[in-house]
């Protein structure tokens, strides 16, 4: 057959119109049928003219069935069949319908995946490249309630750290203490200062230990702070360390100028060098006051083992350095599990190079103070 003797949706010219089609014209409006009956030309479209109605003989139906296929065909081939109109126009409108939705919801889907990204970037890292903040999802979490002791809280605490290192277990605490709270304590601290001293071990005198240690210091307790900012970190020491405050010896609080340092040592005291001790320095909770410009890091020489074999003179600023920061906490237990000196656990302050650092040291032991 000529392609001039077909109509616009590909049906012969000149041919009867088949009685499936005709039958169409007679059929209930699509909203009156029976709910069953409108669903069904969705999900099976093709075979519900042959179940709505008597079968008409063998040779229309043939026909029908014919000039379905070829408008199928045609349709494939673009020509134009998927609109409105004829029975066949709905079929594959019908069919097209849920690959068409498939796509849409795909590109909303991936619109949606796109813009929460954009809008979940974290400003705040870019705001000051020296310090880039890292937000955890869990500062938006919303825990259950849990019951709680007698000397429990009430509620979770957020107190971010990280672990600096296993040997010796360091651990780094950002913004503990606020700006506020640091400059009340050097407030308080500045006119007490004296030249710091050390615990001598046998046979060493002041002469023999001079320069080990060049810092000036002084001891206060939180009930000799007036502000109250030393009662508030002693508490939150307590929280982040798990032990109580009456384990805490008072603050020492440090200054040190240009120069100044304090060569590699141990907070524990090891009995064959000190003499019998009544109780131990279990961990030390350092709190920088200042920022430094550059130099006083707390150093650990032997962390994760290293430079334990070179002969190290207790003086050089090597292994894993602590860049002081204001507000910012550093906590290293100096006994392992066993409650034996962790030899890793030696450390020191690096000379100042530039600026000036302060630091308040909390030394917590094994037994009440
Ligand atoms: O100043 C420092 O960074 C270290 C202080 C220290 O080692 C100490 O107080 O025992």
């Known amino acids: ?159 971010p750290y990280q672990i600096l290192s296993w040997q010796p277990r360091a651990l780094y605490f950002p913004q503990f203490a606020t700006a506020e709270q640091c400059e009340n304590v050097v407030k308080t601290a500045k006119a007490r200062l004296r030249p710091s001293t050390l615990a001598l071990r046998k ?46 010896e008072p603050f020492n609080v440090l200054r040190y100028e240009i120069g100044q340092k304090y060569a590699s040592h141990y907070d524990a005291f090891d009995p064959a060098q000190y003499g019998p001790q009544k109780s131990q320095r279990v961990a030390s909770f350092l709190l920088y006051l200042t920022d430094v410009e550059e130099g006083g890091e707390t150093m650990f020489p032997y962390e994760n083992g290293d430079n334990m074999n070179i002969g190290y003179d207790y003086e050089q600023c090597i292994g894993l350095k602590v860049k002081p920061r204001k507000g910012d906490g550093l906590l290293f237990y100096s006994l392992m599990v066993n409650g034996t000196i962790d030899p890793t656990s030696l450390h020191g302050s690096c000379p100042v190079v530039r600026g000036e650092k302060w630091v308040a040291t909390k030394w917590i032991r094994d037994k009440s103070v």
């Not at 909203?31 to 075979?47: A, I, M, V």
């Not at 519900?48 to 043939?62: F, I």
């Not at 320069?211 to 508490?235: K, Q, V, W």
């Not at 929280?239 to 384990?247: E, L, V, Y």
């Open 203 to 248: 046979g060493e005198s002041e002469e023999t230990t001079k320069g080990i240690r060049t810092s000036s210091g002084t001891f206060l307790s939180a009930e000799e702070d007036p502000t109250g900012a030393l009662a508030e970190i002693e508490t939150k020491i307590a929280k982040a360390t798990m032990m109580p405050r009456s384990h805490g």
């Open 1 to 159: 057959m000529h392609a001039s003797e077909r109509s616009a949706h590909g049906a012969p010219y000149n041919k009867p119109v088949p009685r499936s089609l005709a039958r169409h014209q007679f059929q209930r409006p699509f909203h009156d049928r029976p709910e069953k009956t409108r669903l069904l030309p969705l999900l099976r479209p093709r075979r519900l003219p042959s179940r709505a109605s008597p079968q008409p003989s063998q040779h229309v139906d043939t026909q029908t069935r014919f000039a379905g296929r070829e408008r199928h065909r045609r349709a494939m081939k673009g020509g134009g069949a998927i609109r409105s109109g004829g029975g066949g126009g709905g079929l594959m409108r019908t069919r097209l319908r849920l690959p068409v939705v498939l796509l849409s919801c795909s590109l909303f889907f991936l619109a949606g995946f796109l813009g929460s990204l954009l809008f979940t970037q974290d400003p705040q890292g870019e705001e000051d490249p020296e310090r880039p903040l890292r937000r955890e999802r869990v500062m938006e979490a919303v825990w259950p309630e849990m019951a709680y002791g007698e000397s429990g809280d009430p509620a979770p605490s957020l107190i």
